[in-house]
């Protein structure tokens, strides 16, 4: 099979595309043959050696997938040989195979794409259960979304929308905010241009943000938190700018605010039940037409490290998937 190699932590540039040999599963693992793979912005930090863990090089980086089971392991009774699926691993998915865990694979619905499908699990996974279980948003809240036209931005304001939220979009690009309107943002803030502070205490009249998704860090996350409401949650999902923030603490004391840490991967293996609860409730909606995916661009496999130096640039406004 053909593998994306991370032999170097370095720049997309540095990624090599090999042959391998073939994977098989132990216990309770399936081997799924890849037919694409979403790229989100934690792979464009594996790669350099900047994530919460460094897999051991070299290694072949990669999460979300969508393919057919090629063969299953002891002790998986809910898959088969021929299932077309898709799911997450920790890394491993730029690549012809992957091994996965079984109870991180989930069978595709018929009406979704393989690229649909790769573009997924966890954009929607991880926002689905950063405003459900940890924000515990609730409709008639407003929701302020950082970051807001990339993967998992435009999936918290989807979701945000359809629980029920007022939603306010914030992103660098009139173009961006354009598309998060198509998807449901009932107003918007273009960062780059307006003091995001003053925007938030504008659009709702002083009151301030109830719960605020931020996937970005940097610059904004002080500005934003000052613009939160009484008892405001406010969503650590990541840190897109590049720099980890430090803010004041007492701003959280004067604002009865809680400063709430989503990791998504780390709940999905820490209990499946809930995270296949919140799975099916997405996949739910989706055969209902209520989700989405936006997919910016697909590039073949070999072009993987063009679609990766793409999102460092952030050019990108929702998904990129590489297919194979």
């Not at 998807?183 to 205490?201: E, F, P």
């Amino acid at each position: 099979m053909k593998a994306i190699r991370c032999k170097v932590y370095g720049p997309p540039s540095s990624l090599v595309l090999e042959e391998m040999d073939g994977l098989s599963p132990k216990e309770n693992e399936v081997v799924v043959q890849v037919k694409a793979c979403g790229i989100n912005y934690p792979d464009t930090l594996i790669i350099q050696g900047l994530y919460q863990f460094k897999p051991e090089l070299p290694f072949t980086p990669g999460s979300d997938f969508a393919g057919i089971i090629k063969s299953v392991g002891e002790g998986v009774k809910h898959l088969a040989i021929g299932d077309a699926v898709f799911g997450f691993v920790t890394f491993g998915a730029m690549a012809e195979e992957v091994v996965v865990q079984a109870n991180a694979c989930f069978r595709k619905p018929e009406n979704m794409d393989f690229p649909v499908a790769a573009s997924f699990m966890i954009a929607y996974g991880t926002s689905y259960h950063a405003l459900k279980d940890r924000a515990q948003l609730q409709q008639g809240e407003t929701l302020l979304v950082l970051g807001a036209s990339g993967g998992v931005g435009l999936a918290a304001v989807e979701l945000g929308k359809l629980m029920g939220a007022n939603i306010i979009a914030a992103a660098s690009t009139d173009d961006k905010l354009a598309l998060c309107r198509e998807y449901g943002a009932d107003q918007t803030i273009n960062y780059s241009k307006t003091d995001l502070k003053s925007a938030i205490k504008e659009l709702t009249n002083g009151k301030g943000v109830d719960v605020i998704y931020d996937p970005v860090g940097g610059d904004y996350t002080e500005s934003a938190f000052r613009g939160m409401a009484w008892e405001g949650r406010y969503l650590v999902v990541g840190f897109a700018a590049g720099n980890i923030p430090k803010i004041p603490l007492n701003l959280a004391l004067l604002k009865g605010a809680s400063l709430v840490g989503v990791f998504w991967g780390t709940f999905a293996m820490k209990d499946p039940k809930a995270n296949m609860e919140n799975a099916m409730t997405l996949m739910k909606w989706y055969g209902e037409g209520k989700l989405r995916p936006h997919i910016h661009k697909i590039y073949d496999l070999e072009d993987t490290s063009k679609a990766l130096q793409e999102m460092m640039d952030r050019k990108v406004k929702g998904k990129l998937v590489v297919k194979m």
